[in-house]
């Protein structure tokens, strides 16, 4: 068998909001495999990677012209604009933030933005809030936004701008945003704020009340679910990040074929199909057995989020699963990052930070983030210089302190009520005199108080009356 071409362009498909038609991502699969691609990944930003073997200008520019779609070839100038619309419909959802309007605001960005552009649900808890240097985040207030800035040569943490923006006036902050902070002009967020002030005309109200970050808990977002009425939603992930042209060409046809009008991208390197009818489940069925397709990984294999196109940090997190899965304990709701280089936004409850003393010897940091909430940004050293031998364990460790820490403090049923005052008006006897030890009333010659169970009297009580000790006592009713 002859050697296989190396790859020598990756092209970067800008998917908007992580949202396109079955029918745009065909034309781009058809694309990537004329370009000699065997398979696609996705990127952190909801965007598409091609690893082609040869460039065609002409085609690639033909097919993304067709369908409005912005592309680059082995360079980063340019940015995607991440949403949460992948959420929409399966995850908590402010009421007014509906499909329409993820549509209107991503449709208002007709320039190509040189920074990380974020338009987020604050309710959901699948895409992060902040990992933009623009972050439009969705107040409770109809049509208006939170605006958070985070640019790392000024301050890691997210800078909130202190007015909420109109809907229809993102737009125009986002680009005097860009313009002022790519020209130099400013290297503080007061003065970004002054001049977005200063200059662009917006509708705006000031900011009432403070942002509530989504739950801790982490969503699964695999396999055959429920959406509404007589719909369905798919979710469908490959742990090596690598999509197999052919087995994804074969779904968007059948989405075509049964009328799924979009695919949502995740930044989990994932992606999601809404709208599938209970009619048509029995054909998904058939193919994603076709293809072998699995649809049920593990919560501990799905919530990684890894560099694109790092195999030292996929490698890793193939050991880190197979030991954690010998371990048999749950990571269900948190969330890991392997961070390999300084250029990754981190936004997981738990990071596994590469540390290279030399050539020879490589250790790790484990970080977690403050109430392992990804969104808080602030983050915790947990160990620092440690082997890769014992990552396993203290993995295990902080799993088990974030299961310790979960606020389990529900108020007590009705029923469990019921039965636990059941259990307390237990009446004691004692078998040799009769006399009754009574719950309700303890034994105050002995400095029992009242309320106090049978079961919590010390081993060396004694009947008050007969001397008898506690194991002459049976239970009365």
Same mark, same amino acid.
């Given at each position: 068998?002859?050697?296989?071409?190396?790859?020598?362009?990756?092209?970067?498909?800008?998917?908007?909001?992580?949202?396109?038609?079955?029918?745009?991502?065909?034309? /781009?699969?058809?694309?990537?495999?004329?370009?000699?691609?065997?398979?696609?990944?996705?990127?952190?930003?909801?965007?598409?990677?091609?690893?082609?073997?040869?460039? %065609?200008?002409?085609?690639?520019?033909?097919?993304?012209?067709?369908?409005?779609?912005?592309?680059?070839?082995?360079?980063?100038?340019?940015?995607?604009?991440?949403?949460?619309?992948?959420?929409?419909?399966?995850?908590?959802?402010?009421?007014?933030?509906?499909?329409?309007?993820?549509?209107? /605001?991503?449709?208002?960005?007709?320039?190509?933005?040189?920074?990380?552009?974020? /338009? @987020?649900?604050?309710?959901?808890?699948?895409?992060?809030?902040?990992?933009?240097?623009?972050?439009?985040?969705?107040?409770?207030?109809?049509?208006?936004?939170? @605006?958070?800035?985070?640019?790392?040569?000024?301050?890691?943490?997210?800078?909130?701008?202190?007015?909420?923006?109109?809907?229809?006036?993102?737009?125009?902050?986002?680009?005097?945003?860009?313009?002022?902070?790519?020209?130099?002009?400013?290297?503080?967020?007061? %003065?970004?704020?002054?001049?977005?002030?200063?200059?662009?005309?917006?509708?705006?109200?000031?900011?009432?009340?403070?942002?509530?970050?989504?739950?801790?808990?982490?969503?699964?977002?695999?396999?055959?679910?429920?959406?509404?009425?007589?719909?369905?939603?798919?979710?469908?992930y490959w742990r090596s990040n690598e999509y197999r042209i052919s087995t994804l060409q074969a779904i968007m046809k059948r989405c075509i074929d049964t009328e799924v009008g979009k695919v949502s991208l995740t930044p989990w390197k994932s992606f999601i199909i809404k709208g599938i009818s209970d009619k048509d489940l029995i054909g998904w069925e058939k193919l994603m057995g076709k293809f072998g397709m699995n649809l049920r990984h593990s919560a501990l294999e799905l919530n990684w989020h890894l560099?694109?196109?790092?195999?030292?940090?996929?490698?890793?997190?193939?050991?880190?699963?197979?030991?954690?899965?010998?371990?048999?304990?749950?990571?269900?709701?948190?969330?890991?990052?392997?961070?390999?280089?300084?250029?990754? =936004?981190?936004? =997981?409850?738990?990071?596994?930070?590469?540390?290279?003393?030399?050539?020879?010897?490589?250790?790790?940091?484990?970080?977690?983030?403050?109430?392992?909430?990804?969104?808080?940004?602030?983050?915790? =050293?947990?160990?620092?210089?440690?082997?890769?031998? @014992?990552? =396993?364990?203290?993995?295990?460790?902080?799993?088990?302190?974030?299961?310790?820490?979960?606020?389990?403090?529900?108020?007590?049923?009705?029923? @469990?009520?019921?039965?636990?005052?059941?259990?307390?008006?237990?009446?004691?006897? &004692?078998?040799? &005199?009769?006399?009754?030890?009574?719950?309700?009333?303890?034994?105050?010659?002995?400095?029992?108080?009242?309320?106090?169970?049978?079961?919590?009297?010390?081993?060396?009580? &004694? &009947?008050?009356?007969?001397?008898?000790?506690?194991?002459?006592?049976?239970?009365?009713?």
């Open positions: 068998m002859g050697k296989k071409k190396e790859v020598k362009e990756l092209v970067r498909v800008f998917v908007k909001g992580g949202i396109i038609s079955p029918g745009d991502f065909l034309k /781009v699969l058809i694309v990537a495999e004329k370009l000699g691609a065997e398979y696609i990944h996705f990127g952190s930003r909801q965007d598409i990677l091609l690893p082609v073997k040869e460039q %065609d200008q002409v085609s690639l520019e033909q097919t993304f012209q067709s369908i409005r779609t912005e592309y680059e070839i082995n360079t980063f100038n340019y940015q995607n604009i991440s949403s949460s619309y992948v959420s929409q419909d399966i995850l908590p959802s402010k009421a007014w933030l509906v499909s329409h309007i993820y549509h209107y /605001v991503l449709d208002s960005f007709d320039y190509r933005p040189q920074l990380r552009i974020n /338009v @987020v649900d604050s309710s959901q808890s699948l895409v992060p809030l902040f990992t933009g240097q623009i972050n439009f985040v969705a107040s409770n207030q109809e049509n208006f936004w939170y @605006v958070y800035l985070r640019f790392r040569n000024i301050e890691e943490t997210p800078w909130q701008m202190p007015l909420l923006v109109y809907t229809e006036d993102l737009v125009k902050v986002a680009q005097t945003v860009e313009k002022h902070y790519l020209d130099g002009s400013v290297d503080n967020y007061q %003065d970004l704020f002054r001049h977005v002030s200063e200059t662009t005309q917006m509708n705006t109200q000031p900011v009432t009340e403070d942002l509530v970050l989504p739950e801790t808990h982490f969503p699964y977002y695999e396999g055959m679910n429920r959406l509404r009425d007589d719909k369905n939603w798919l979710g469908l560099p694109a196109l790092d195999r030292e940090a996929l490698e890793l997190k193939f050991y880190l699963v197979r030991e954690l899965d010998k371990q048999d304990i749950s990571t269900y709701g948190l969330t890991f990052t392997i961070k390999t280089s300084d250029d990754i =936004t981190l936004f =997981t409850s738990i990071v596994i930070e590469k540390h290279t003393i030399s050539p020879e010897t490589t250790t790790y940091n484990i970080l977690y983030s403050k109430n392992f909430n990804a969104n808080e940004i602030e983050y915790r =050293t947990y160990a620092a210089d440690v082997p890769k031998s @014992v990552l =396993t364990s203290l993995i295990v460790e902080l799993s088990q302190m974030y299961f310790d820490n979960l606020d389990d403090s529900s108020p007590e049923s009705h029923k @469990v009520k019921q039965i636990n005052d059941q259990i307390s008006d237990r009446v004691y006897q &004692c078998s040799h &005199c009769l006399t009754l030890y009574d719950p309700t009333y303890g034994d105050p010659k002995a400095n029992i108080l009242s309320g106090t169970l049978f079961g919590d009297l010390h081993k060396d009580y &004694c &009947c008050p009356t007969c001397g008898a000790d506690k194991s002459a006592f049976a239970l009365l009713r």
